[in-house]
C-alpha cells in the first residue's frame, strides 16, 4: 500500500523587543511537509511500514532592520548554526495485527514498534544564548531534530457496515534514545487520533 501525508502550516508571528535588539519582531513561518510512506504486508498478521518527511520551512523577516535573531530563509539552505536541506526523518514501524474480525464487522488491534532515524538536516548548535552571553546570528528551525528515537504505536478500530465505516483511534509515542550528535536531546511525543 503507498500513501502520503501533506501538511501545511502558516504562522503570522511577533513577539516582544529582546535584550540585544530594542525593536518589535515580526514575521511568517511557513511549512510544507509530506510524509510518503509505504506499507507491504509480511504474513496474515505483521506488516512493515517505510516512512521519510520531506519538506521545507520558511521564515520571513517583517520589520525594517536587520536583526541577529531573524532573515527572510528556509531550511533548505545552510546556516552558521543549521545543515539545510529538504529530507526529515525516516520511520520504520513493524504492526502484529493481533484482533482481527476478518472480512465482516468487528474489532481491528494492532500493536507496532519502530524507529526514527533522523536526517543530517538539523541544528548543530543550540539557538538560545544564556542571559549575559553574546548573540550571535542563528536559526532556530530544521527539517529534523537530529535524534533517534523508538516508537511504540497501539491502533483500535471497529469495522461498521455503515458510515462511518471505520471508528476507531491510535496511539503513538515517540520516545528519545539519546542526545544527537551536537547535544541536543528531544522532547518525548505523544500523538492520539480518533
Known sequence: MLGVDFNYQFIDWQHD????????????????????????G?????NISLIQILGNRYMTW???????????????????????????????LVRYLLLNAGRGPGARLFFGGGL?????????SSPFFNPGSIVEEHRHFSMSEGVYKAIFETQFFIKR?????????????????????????????IDLSF
Open 17 to 40: 523587543p529582546t535584550p540585544d535588539e530594542e525593536f518589535h519582531h515580526l514575521g511568517t513561518l511557513t511549512a510544507l511537509v509530506s510524509s510518503p510512506n509505504i506499507t507491504v
Open 116 to 124: 526514527v532515524i533522523p536526517s543530517d538536516n538539523s541544528l548543530t
Open 62 to 92: 517583517g520589520a525594517d532592520t536587520t536583526s541577529k535573531h531573524h532573515r527572510d530563509e528556509g531550511s533548505e539552505t545552510n546556516f552558521d548554526n543549521a545543515i539545510g536541506g529538504y529530507l526529515g526523518d525516516s520511520r520504520i
Open 161 to 189: 457496515m455503515k458510515n462511518p465505516v471505520f471508528i476507531g483511534g491510535a496511539l503513538t509515542i515517540e520516545e528519545p534514545l539519546r542526545e544527537s550528535e551536537y547535544g541536543f536531546q528531544a522532547s518525548r511525543l
Open 42 to 46: 509480511l504474513s496474515n498478521w505483521w
